[in-house]
Every structure is written in C-alpha cells, then in structure tokens.
C-alpha cells in the first residue's frame, strides 16, 4: 500500500473514532450532555486522537528505518566478497540496485539481479507490513480511549494539553531548524577560514575562486577577497530599493486613503500580480528589454553602457519587489483605527496632514516591515541578476557595469558535482554566513529604528 494512500486511510479511521467517542459520551448520560465534564466533540476529539496519533509515530518511525534496514538486508544477501567493501563502495553498490528496481530492471547488471528481485520483494513486504500495523494500531487506539470515557473523564483537558504540546513542538521544530541551518553553515564556513584568512575574504578586493588541478596553472590558489560581491550586492538592492520603495508607498498611500473602493478593487489585484510572475520572466525582461533599452540611451548621450549592467537589474528588481511594499503597506494602513483619522479632521488638518503626521506614524512599524521583506527579496534574487547583471565579480560603484552578487555565487559555486573539501565549494558557505550576519543587522536596526520613531496610541 502506497504511503499517501496509508495516510488517507488512517485520517479515515479517526474520523469514524470521533464519531463512536462522541455517540459513547452521548449514549453515557442518555442524552444528558450537561452532565457531562466535557462537551460531547471533545470526546470525539480524543478518541481521535488516540487513533491517529499512535499509527502517526508508528509510521514515522517506520520511514525512518526502513531504508538502512532494508539496505542492510540487501547487502547481506550479496556474496560474501561484498561484506569486505568500504562504506563507499557499498553505497554506490546499493544506489545501483536502487536505481536498477526504480528503471523495471531492464538494463540490470547479471550478478545484481538477484539483489534487485530481493529488494522490491523487501519494499513489498514492508508496505504491507506497515499497512497493517499501521491499521491495526489505529484500531486498538480508538478502541482504548472509547473505554475510558465515562461521566468525569476530563476529555477537554487532554485534548487541549494535547494540542498545546502540538503547538510546541511545531515551534521547536521551526526554532531547531533554524539552530540546524545557522551550524550547518557555520562548521561549513569554519572549514573554509582554515584554508584562507578571514581577512582576505572580508577585505580582499579579487575574487576568483577558481582552484587549478596542478600546481604549475595560471591562478592555482585563487582568489577569495568577497569585497566585489558584497558591492554588487548592495548596488543592485540599493537600486531596486530606490525603485520600489517610493512606487509601492505612493501607491499604497493612494489605495488606502484616496482610491474608489471600485478602482481598488481592481488596481491591488493587478499590482499583487507582480509577485507571482516567475523570476526568470522578469530575467528575460530584465535581458532582451531593459538592458538594451538602457545601453541605447547610454549610447545617445555618449555613455559606455555594458550588455549586462546593475541598472537594468536593479530596476527590474525593482518592478518585482514592489508588490511587497505596496501590500504591506496599504494593510497596516487601512489597519489604522478610523477615530484617528476623525480626531485629526476634528482638529482641522486637512487629509494630506493627517496621513503625514497620523496615520504613517501609525503605520510605521508595518511600512518598515514591508521594506526589510522587499530588501530581503532583493538581496536574496538570483536568476534577475545572472540573466542582467552576469556574473563578472568587478569592483565598482558605476551601476552601468557588470557586477554580481553573494546569492549568484553561491549558486554558481555549487553548481554540479563538487567536493566539499577544496576552497571553491567552502566558499559558498562563508557567503552564505556573511549574507545571514548582514541580515541579522539590518533586522535589528530596523526594529531599533521602529521602536524609537513609531507613535503609540491608547
């Protein structure tokens, strides 16, 4: 039995669970659901409960060693030959047969036939096994919390303690993963400061971390001063900021407190569509349109504009990440209380006064937050910025050059089959820790500018 299939199954039974808990809390009191501690759907709730949750852990774990079990079964049936094999060498061997069941087994090697024939045997049989545990498990489940329930049982209790530790645990999961990605990248990046100075990448102004097979090539130590990309980042954003921060304001400024409720019902969902263009559109726009738009202008005023220049990145960047200002921002706008609006009318400021001087201060701590996400979006593009900006690491403030960016480098670094051992592949993750500190800086600074600047009401 499929696994989705499985999960359906076990959502079906639960379902029939909380019937028979309530139908056995109502059928208790006959009918008397006053005298019961708790309302008759949280008893539903925790006969469901009881069946879901036991079949979930059973199925989870299930998934979690079902693969090196069968894996080492797999290995075991091999001729004895293969039990001398390095790890390596047994993963790769494993992958083949893997793969070899995956493809129908039609180009399987003569001497793995057999192993492929026990593994899909093996897949089979642990399906079915899980299937009916699984089952099984849900089953006496609902049958085990059914019997408990009586008059007194405190069913809302455990059911609402049930679901606080569900909220819990989605919430260390989240703060965990954090934790797991922050060290990831950092035992990553100390790696790489092993093999080059933390000086030379913070403050080196050559990048070119192509490392050379032999000694004796051209630019066999590379080079990793990140000065360049750290430039050409902050000159692309900066651009799509200048762009996108006063369009999107303006333009929620007038959807909010001057706009029709007919011409807003239209104009928000057509400027909402920008977000949901794909990337690599705006990167062909960016390359076949604005780029030599811009680079014919140039031209007329005797300019040397390149093919790929961080204007035309940043500017399509910037049409991009206007639907993140402007949302945002109109929200927290139309969020103001209205009585605000009425003490300053009542005071006699005019309406262009009172969004000045109320309802963006009101607001602040939301426009804010719609700009640090807009940032955080341009910063973090990369397809835009490969397809107009290119990938020259050059050092330079001209926004008619070619430049790139931290996120493009990490990407291209990584592209392909890599080992994770050389300076070119370590790279990306001291990148990507520089990026994330960058971050972490420009999240607190704008919290520390929120909360000396924005107004508080009563």
Request: net charge neutral; charged share 15%.
């Amino acid at each position: 039995m499929q696994k989705s299939t499985l999960l359906l199954l076990l959502l079906l039974i639960s379902a029939y669970a909380f019937h028979l808990g309530r139908k056995r809390a109502r059928d208790i009191v006959l009918g008397k659901v006053k005298t019961l501690h708790s309302l008759p759907n949280y008893y539903g709730y925790y006969t469901a409960l009881w069946s879901l949750l036991p079949a979930l852990l059973l199925l989870i774990l299930w998934l979690g060693f079902e693969t090196p079990v069968i894996n080492h079964m797999v290995m075991e049936s091999l001729p004895d030959g293969s039990q001398a094999l390095s790890a390596d060498i047994k993963g790769l061997l494993i992958n083949d047969i893997r793969n070899s069941m995956n493809a129908g087994g039609s180009d399987t090697k003569p001497e793995l036939q057999a192993a492929v024939e026990f593994l899909r045997l093996l897949k089979i049989r642990s399906g079915w096994l899980l299937s009916f545990l699984a089952v099984a498990l849900a089953f006496v489940g609902a049958y085990f919390a059914r019997s408990r329930i009586h008059k007194e049982h405190r069913a809302r209790n455990l059911v609402e303690n049930t679901i606080m530790s569900f909220l819990l645990g989605s919430s260390l999961i989240a703060i965990l993963t954090t934790v797991g990605i922050v060290l990831s990248v950092l035992f990553e990046s100390i790696r790489f400061f092993d093999k080059i100075p933390l000086t030379d990448f913070l403050f080196g102004l050559q990048w070119s971390p192509q490392i050379a097979m032999r000694s004796d090539q051209v630019a066999s130590s590379g080079a990793f001063g990140a000065v360049p990309l750290f430039t050409g980042t902050l000159l692309i954003s900066s651009i799509a900021l200048v762009v996108a921060v006063p369009i999107g304001l303006m333009s929620a400024i007038y959807l909010a407190e001057y706009a029709s409720l007919k011409f807003r019902s239209v104009a928000k969902p057509l400027l909402e569509i920008l977000a949901g263009i794909p990337t690599v559109v705006y990167g062909f726009f960016a390359a076949l349109t604005v780029a030599p738009f811009i680079r014919s202008m140039g031209a007329d005023f005797g300019l040397d504009v390149s093919s790929e220049s961080a204007l035309a990145a940043g500017l399509v960047m910037g049409i991009m990440i206007i639907p993140f200002v402007s949302s945002l921002s109109d929200d927290f706008i139309n969020a103001v209380p209205q009585s605000l609006r009425d003490g300053a009318y009542a005071l006699g400021a005019t309406q262009s006064e009172t969004i000045r001087q109320v309802v963006i201060p009101a607001a602040l701590p939301g426009i804010v937050g719609g700009i640090l996400l807009a940032a955080s979006r341009a910063i973090g593009e990369t397809m835009i910025v490969v397809m107009a900006a290119g990938l020259a690491a050059n050092l330079t403030a001209n926004p008619l050059e070619a430049v790139t960016t931290v996120t493009t480098q990490i990407v291209t670094l990584l592209v392909g089959d890599q080992e994770f051992d050389s300076p070119k592949t370590l790279a990306a993750f001291a990148l990507g820790l520089v990026l994330f500190l960058a971050t972490l800086a420009l999240n607190i600074l704008a919290l520390h500018i929120v909360r000396k600047y924005r107004e508080q009401y009563e």
